[in-house]
């Protein structure tokens, strides 16, 4: 597949381009069914005596990103508790049972993320993520001039998170159930730059197994 240079944002008529602005949505809003009936919810599990919410957005608010925003749902409250103090901005997704994509929907939609280049959709039950794995991330999605998709992939097998740009934006809103990005992803005809950050990449904590065995201890 031929691949085009780029055109730089704002690049008309001698203007200078202007920054290529990303910010990083948390997607915190599921029903967690896997840690079982009545089980502690994974997010509020303590991971180096944090919430393993809180981790994933200190996390976010230490990488290049604009702003950061965490989609809410399920047990919203305690979620909001395990986020208090923090300089990000929640939005609750009512929505939440009917799965994934409205809680894409409502990130997408949150002020802020409507008018930035891309959004860096992260999830929030992935505790090997690193700001330093956001910022390759970033860095990568800046240097094509915010017109392609880059992706966290670990030995070339994806992963998350991933920045999707603004033009894939209607695409997202068109989206229902409890699906992803990846169908938009992989119909797009956009440019996919994959970078590994190892294990991180694919390393999500859904069971009480799971979560003890990436080092956390079950709380709530």
């Known amino acids: 597949m031929e691949i085009k240079t780029p055109t730089r944002l704002g690049d008309s008529s001698g203007e200078h381009p202007r920054p290529v602005t990303v910010v990083a949505v948390i997607l915190a809003a599921g029903r967690a069914s896997r840690m079982g009936a009545g089980g502690a919810h994974k997010l509020l599990a303590e991971f180096d005596g944090e919430p393993l919410v809180r981790r ?36 609750d997704n009512p929505n939440y049972a009917s799965g994934m994509a409205s809680s894409l929907i409502s990130g997408l939609s949150a002020p802020g993320a409507r008018d930035a280049d891309g959004v860096l959709v992260m999830l929030a039950d992935m505790p090997g993520v690193t700001p330093g794995d956001l910022n390759a991330l970033i860095s990568t999605f800046r240097a094509a ?8 992939v670990s030995h070339a097998k994806p992963g998350n998170p991933v920045i999707l740009p603004r033009s894939l934006r209607a695409a997202v809103m068109r989206l229902e159930g409890d699906v992803g990005a990846r169908h938009v992803i992989k119909t797009s005809g956009l440019q996919v730059i994959d970078v590994d950050i190892g294990e991180a990449a694919h390393l999500d904590v859904d069971t009480p197994e799971a979560v003890l065995a990436a080092g956390g201890i079950l709380r709530g």
């Open 56 to 91: 994933a957005a200190r996390t976010a608010l230490a990488a290049d990103a604009a702003s950061v925003i965490a989609v809410t749902g399920h047990r919203r409250g305690e979620i909001e508790v395990a986020l208090s103090g923090l300089a990000l901005t929640t939005v």
């Open 145 to 152: 001039w915010g017109q392609a998709i880059v992706r966290a």
